[in-house]
């Protein structure tokens, strides 16, 4: 029988592959040989984000790692051959709130493989979230893996206690879903991802009429998984812009695929680039922000892939010159916001200064920390890029060199 510390290392372990809370790894290092102070050894412990953008820290773990599906990509299967534990709900409660209490932690992301039924272990996972918020009071922050297949009535019960509710599409498509996860059901996810999304907008509806009405979860978010099946980049996009529009999701995570302890046969032996994954976020930050289509993204893709080379606001903009340059003192938001090298915040503070006096290269270079990759495609009041725009070599001259994950 483990204790509590041995079902934390196995627990917390099994619970890194799932990125829908947004986890942020780091390097091991212990105090303890270097006489140094600190140590990121905490086993659990990752990092997201919380709605309103702070970065918290969080409990990550899972009730327990037992699972009676198979799903091929996952550490978890039954047929997978992992050490296992199990946590009880007690367990849960008093690690969390022992962290909590220690100042280690603001929060805690709670999953779980699927033991005896999906209601069982739903019932479980709000069995924690309940006894935090009811009979400890717990005020952090709790996101909670929801189980497709589970008792809607079990899914309102977690959303009334949770800040966030999680549901793994996990495949972009669902014959891959048929082939790597055959015991899922798309439909059933899809339904449960929609009654979400109701009881959210109910909610907030509500709470406009009367600050008391019964609170609901902020919002839900899923995770992908790339490169575990032949999905190309444009149609894992397609299908998060579905994802966004559909069932109002505050966010799709993308998750390269790595190969997994013990991995089934019929997954590829390497990983993708983590550029890949990198691409596909900066390409759902222009679809969710700079107000671009799945479409307009394809311009600046080849065979379906987004180009790791270059950004792909950088990759749209090079493929569509004529639209270039724009001029920083009179174009508008939209216009402004497909400028390669300038980002939402720069933007807006462009807009409120161009009101009191117009712009020189210098002030844009101020406001946006892009300037290089930007000049080419705008006009200022003392900046013109001449024939800057028309290069045949104007990628080599404004790709960013040495990006991150290159
Ligand atoms: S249901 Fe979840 S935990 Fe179980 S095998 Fe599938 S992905 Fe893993």
Same mark, same amino acid.
């Given at each position: 029988?483990?204790?509590?510390?041995?079902?934390? *290392?196995?627990?917390?372990?099994?619970?890194?592959?799932?990125?829908?809370?947004?986890?942020?790894? *780091?390097?091991?290092?212990?105090?303890?040989?270097?006489?140094?102070?600190?140590?990121?050894?905490?086993?659990?412990?990752?990092?997201?984000?919380?709605?309103?953008?702070?970065?918290?820290?969080?409990?990550?773990?899972?009730?327990?790692?037992?699972?009676?599906?198979?799903?091929?990509?996952?550490?978890?299967?039954?047929?997978?051959?992992?050490?296992?534990?199990?946590?009880?709900?007690?367990?849960?409660?008093?690690?969390?709130?022992?962290?909590?209490?220690?100042?280690?932690?603001?929060?805690?992301?709670?999953?779980?493989?699927?033991?005896?039924?999906?209601?069982?272990?739903?019932?479980?996972?709000?069995?924690?979230?309940?006894?935090?918020?009811?009979?400890?009071?717990?005020?952090?922050?709790?996101?909670?893996?929801?189980?497709?297949?589970?008792?809607?009535?079990?899914?309102?019960? *977690?959303?009334?206690?949770?800040?966030?509710?999680?549901?793994?599409?996990?495949?972009?498509?669902?014959?891959?879903?048929?082939?790597?996860?055959?015991?899922?059901?798309?439909?059933?996810?899809?339904?449960?991802?929609?009654?979400?999304?109701?009881?959210?907008?109910?909610?907030?509806?509500?709470?406009?009429?009367?600050?008391?009405?019964?609170?609901?979860?902020?919002?839900?978010?899923?995770?992908?998984?790339?490169?575990?099946?032949?999905?190309?980049?444009?149609?894992?996009?397609?299908?998060?812009?579905?994802?966004?529009?559909?069932?109002?999701?505050?966010?799709?995570?993308?998750?390269?695929?790595?190969?997994?302890?013990? *991995?089934?046969?019929?997954?590829?032996?390497?990983?993708?680039?983590?550029?890949?994954?990198?691409?596909?976020?900066?390409?759902?930050?222009?679809?969710?922000?700079?107000?671009?289509?799945?479409?307009?993204?394809?311009?600046?893709?080849?065979?379906?892939?987004?180009?790791?080379?270059?950004?792909?606001?950088?990759?749209?903009?090079?493929?569509?010159?004529?639209?270039?340059?724009?001029?920083?003192?009179?174009?508008?938001?939209?216009?402004?916001?497909?400028?390669?090298?300038?980002?939402?915040?720069?933007?807006?503070?462009?807009?409120?200064?161009?009101?009191?006096?117009?712009?020189?290269?210098?002030?844009?270079?101020?406001?946006?920390?892009?300037?290089?990759?930007?000049?080419?495609?705008?006009?200022?009041?003392?900046?013109?890029?001449?024939?800057?725009?028309?290069?045949?070599?104007?990628?080599?001259?404004?790709?960013?060199?040495?990006?991150?994950?290159?």
């Amino acid at each position: 029988m483990e204790t509590v510390l041995e079902k934390l *290392a196995i627990l917390a372990d099994a619970a890194k592959y799932d990125a829908s809370c947004a986890s942020s790894g *780091a390097e091991k290092r212990n105090s303890m040989a270097s006489k140094a102070i600190g140590s990121t050894e905490g086993m659990g412990i990752c990092h997201a984000y919380a709605p309103d953008g702070r970065c918290i820290s969080l409990l990550k773990i899972l009730l327990t790692n037992y699972c009676q599906f198979d799903c091929h990509y996952c550490v978890n299967r039954v047929s997978s051959n992992v050490r296992r534990a199990r946590f009880s709900v007690k367990e849960v409660v008093d690690l969390t709130l022992g962290f909590y209490q220690r100042n280690y932690i603001e929060g805690l992301f709670l999953s779980s493989g699927i033991i005896r039924s999906p209601d069982y272990t739903m019932e479980q996972l709000v069995r924690v979230a309940e006894s935090l918020r009811r009979e400890h009071k717990f005020a952090g922050y709790i996101h909670l893996k929801t189980i497709p297949d589970a008792d809607p009535l079990l899914l309102a019960r *977690a959303g009334a206690v949770a800040d966030r509710l999680s549901i793994n599409v996990e495949l972009p498509r669902e014959e891959s879903l048929a082939r790597l996860a055959p015991q899922k059901n798309p439909e059933r996810i899809r339904r449960a991802m929609g009654g979400i999304r109701l009881k959210i907008e109910e909610a907030k509806e509500a709470r406009k009429e009367s600050r008391h009405a019964p609170r609901f979860s902020t919002g839900q978010s899923t995770q992908m998984i790339i490169g575990a099946d032949s999905t190309d980049d444009l149609a894992i996009l397609g299908s998060a812009a579905n994802l966004y529009g559909n069932y109002k999701l505050s966010r799709v995570y993308y998750s390269a695929f790595s190969p997994i302890p013990d *991995a089934s046969a019929v997954l590829p032996l390497m990983r993708p680039p983590l550029m890949r994954e990198h691409r596909l976020y900066q390409a759902d930050w222009l679809m969710r922000f700079y107000g671009f289509a799945v479409e307009e993204i394809a311009t600046g893709a080849v065979g379906g892939m987004l180009d790791l080379g270059v950004d792909p606001k950088l990759a749209w903009a090079l493929q569509h010159r004529e639209c270039f340059p724009v001029d920083v003192n009179r174009a508008a938001r939209e216009v402004l916001l497909r400028v390669p090298g300038f980002g939402t915040k720069s933007v807006k503070q462009m807009l409120s200064s161009r009101r009191w006096r117009s712009l020189r290269l210098e002030d844009v270079s101020r406001l946006c920390r892009g300037i290089k990759t930007a000049m080419p495609f705008i006009v200022t009041a003392d900046w013109q890029p001449g024939a800057a725009i028309d290069r045949l070599d104007l990628r080599e001259k404004v790709a960013p060199q040495g990006e991150l994950f290159a």
